[in-house]
């Protein structure tokens, strides 16, 4: 049997170092990494800096009876590394600001950063930074990552224009169902401690909620194709949210084509299993981390065979609003349902 | 009587435009802010960026029961721009993650956002991005800052040479005797309700503990009189625990006299009525973000008429370790109990 260690027996300054011991810098741009009142950071010349930020809450955003706390901390930095990708920028350095109950123990902590770290690997991100505290409550994890895109580059919601075309990568509603698989093999569990949890048919939608990936090969392969988004936004919220913003951003309606909205088959035969209408999972159920952009008609051709970006509509003037288009040809204005934070 | 806003009543995306709205951006490396995936920077040519993180935690690092959401907003920038200035950088922007407990009101949250905006318009800096979400216990405030410095400028810790000078801004140990007024005041409170505050006496104490300032204005006049400091770090868990870091980074040891840690009248006297050894509060009793730093002992007459800098001992070797030098001149190897956040 191996020994844990409680947080409280070893304290801050030693986990901090503990942690420090297991991270390596890799970004030309990252002048000094961990262990001083900040890192230093030389954004290479040409080069604007953009910067976001994500909590993540204990009990709103994750529940540790079913998440693994190495997928937790992958999930953390995806999650940001996503809005740096929907900026049409490359990651280049993150800090992580955790906040951890003292029933932690050091090996949880090790493992949560395992996760981080992975994912740094992943999306060639250096981890330049933290803190580290105790919480009376739940685990709270707040990540700000930065990224770097040449001068005048950078994507913004607020760019579309009528008549653009309405692109999504990869697939969608897959996170929300994983939420609905996980929380059904919860209440199994409660129920009779003695089950063992029936996943094998959910791999994916549970992989899709668990271990989200930013869509940062999309960035880069749109340039490879030469193809500039006129706007663009991760898909966090669910699509009927991330769509209304897009639109209020940019000053246009949309029409939305339910039909064309991409579902991967276990999203649609878990949204089946659970009696759920599978557009409104993709439409309201947020976390799937996909991008949502908007490119001139005139690119169409160099995107149409990517065998992951689907057209699902188009820009409008906004006097037209925001309408679901359903498979019959009826328009239905959209409800950005969202998420609710609170 | 006014009426109050719950959170839930509005959600989140009411709440981001309410509180956007009271945000202007003035710093010429804004390019955008608050409303995007992420914020885009242009940091000046030539300029280096700085980035630190902190978290405060409800029931960690402060208590609602006396600390006004004012104070802890202000306290929330001012504690970021404190390391920021502790590289020897300017402050810029900063982004806000936020996660309040439901029970909390809109007004609460603008009321916390209005203190932020006071330490952004006091210190320069932009608020040009952030997160709010719930949380299912209390309040955590997470603040990254950005900051810029000419290229190759950045005073990190480990800089410091034996010989050289240690100098400390300000005066230490007020921030640790505010506290112990305000729990003496939260506990007679709490055994009479009836009881008003008495907290006339400790305006300067009380005011360390809630409302610090970054000592900013040590960087620009430190600028101004042709000084770099060799090392530099902010004073945020106690005296003791920063020369320690210090001296770990730079490899050497320190002498640090007793008689020369600067302490005001009003914690002094704080401290006779608590019945507690003020050098003792100094070096153990933290937050109070002055600026602990080293100078070549060149550079000593530059800085010995400057009233608010103090010179406390300097560096030797580091096989002479770290020692505190009391009045008689009895070495006695100093000890870092810092603050454990665990």
Known sequence: MSELTPLHAIGEFALINRLKKKVHTAQASTVLGIGDDAAILAPAAGQEVVVTTDLLVEGIHFDLSFCPLRHLGYKAVAVNVSDVAAMNATPTQIVVGLAAPSRFTVEAVEELYEGMRLACEAYGVDLVGGDTTSSRAGLVIAVTALGQVAAGQAVRRSGGQPTDILCVSGDLGGAYLGLQVLEREKQVFLADPEAQPELDNYE???????????????????????????????????????????????????????????????????????????ITCALNGGEDYELLFTIPVADHAKIKNHPDITVIGHLTEQSDAVNLIAKGGQAVPLQAQGWTAF
């Open 204 to 278: 994916y939608v549970v992989q899709r909620q668990l271990r989200p990936e930013a869509r940062l090969d999309i960035i880069h392969e749109l340039r490879e194709l030469g193809v500039t988004p006129t706007s663009m936004i991760d898909i966090s919220d669910g699509l009927a949210s991330e769509v209304m913003h897009l639109c209020a951003a940019s000053g246009t309606g949309a029409r939305l084509f339910s039909e064309f909205i991409p579902m991967a088959n276990p999203t649609l035969e878990a949204a089946a299993e659970f009696n759920l209408d599978p």
